[in-house]
């Protein structure tokens, strides 16, 4: 069945352009002075340190230090400065563009296929790659894992780190004439990509569903700390797999472009009026990271499960949203803040009240993950409902009224997390 790609289910317009990431809202709680103020403390990670003290100190219940200690723990690896940081911004540390060379003694840079001083390893079936490079994928961490053709418009127009202040555009090597070095940084910050690296691999890590029921204590973040813990793991061993090949390969956080589009791309869901990458085992519970390529592979193309018009029907991430960030409303072209890149028809999230959230809180929250009807227990029903609407949007009202109050979706305690209730 012919599926249109994610610049044609956004209805992409000719005026969209490339995002900045320096527009992204993390980097602005840094530089941009005028929304920073609007948080308890100028920088977002000073504001949720100190007041996930506070919280530990006040022994709020669901935000003490037992709970505290697990979420803020999840993120050992996805924080280490000098190695996994580049999932922020790319290009550094674990997430460099360049060969690490980790296995062929000691950092020395050269792949498996240079130091053996053979020919790279030749693809003749890109299906089968695609099919195997999935599977390796999941043996290095992943969940689940998409491939798909590699839309430029996802990719950043600029880079900007919020450690350095660096930054420096994001380049195609056939989007300029000169003779620049690939996969590397020049001096005035730039970056250029072989314009050969033409697929992505999408990579989804389940955040679980025991923890994110607890949302918006504390324990819930143990699911997206170990999601972007993971993300630092796999993403550069899978690259690193592939250079050893002999190609090209670039690991990314959430640094370098869009992942929701290339996740829409590479069939791993849809998205929701949460903002947020539906799967339809995982609902909204993955976090992504992805691999652009030059080795050849073969797209698996978007899939459509029905849940736009679930969305329409449904509002209970806007309704359990504490900040108010998700519309209530239609999908529009444009949304309410300088962070969102207008051009694309779809639900715009309000990533400003979200943050101020956040650090109102101590951590992240993961309420429009835990009250999305499609976040089910692992290996849990819901069957029949899934499958009537793949089917037709006839029934969605119902079902989202059925779904509403229903115990899966309702926020659980920490003390239900660790047996005690
Ligand atoms: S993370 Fe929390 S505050 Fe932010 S959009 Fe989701 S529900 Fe709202
Ligand atoms: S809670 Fe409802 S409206 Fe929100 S993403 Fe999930 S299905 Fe869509």
Known sequence: M??????????IKETYERFNQRMEMFCRSIWDQEFAET?????YVKALLGRAVEQIQ???????????????????????????????????????????????????????????????EEIKDPGLNSINIKKIAVKMGATVAGVASLDRRWVYSHWWSRYTQRSGRVLFSDETREDLPLLTEL?????????????????????????ISTSPDSVAGLGTGMGYSMMAFTAPTLAEYIRNLGYNAIPAGNDTGLSVPMAVDAG???????????HPEYGPRLALAKVITDMPLEPDGPIDFGLTEFCEACDICAKN??????????????????????????????????????????????????SCPFNVPPGKGFRLSRWLIRQTPLFNGVLKNMVENSSHIMKKTSAWFYGEE
């Open 39 to 43: 948080l308890r403390v100028p920088n």
């Open 321 to 370: 949203c504490p900040s108010r960030a998700i519309s209530f409303g239609e999908r529009s072209f444009e949304g309410p803040t300088v962070s969102n890149n207008p051009g694309a028809l779809k639900w715009y999230l309000d990533a400003e009240k979200c943050m101020r959230f956040w650090t109102e809180l101590g951590e992240d929250c993961s309420n429009c993950l835990r």
């Open 187 to 211: 001096e005035d910050g730039r970056r250029v990509i072989p314009s050969s690296m033409r697929y992505v691999i999408v990579l989804g890590f389940e955040r679980g569903y025991e923890e």
């Open 58 to 120: 006040s022994k709020r219940p669901g935000h003490g230090l037992r709970e505290m200690a697990l979420c803020w723990a999840s993120w050992t690896i996805a924080a280490m400065d000098d190695m996994a940081q580049g999932w922020r911004s790319g290009n550094d540390g674990l997430f460099n563009w360049r060969p690490l060379g980790a296995s062929t003694g000691g950092h020395s840079g050269e792949p498996l296929w240079a130091y053996s001083e053979v020919e790279r």
């Open 2 to 11: 012919f599926m249109p790609s994610a610049a044609e289910i956004y209805r």
């Open 268 to 278: 791993l869901g849809q998205l929701g009026r949460n903002g947020l990458l539906v």
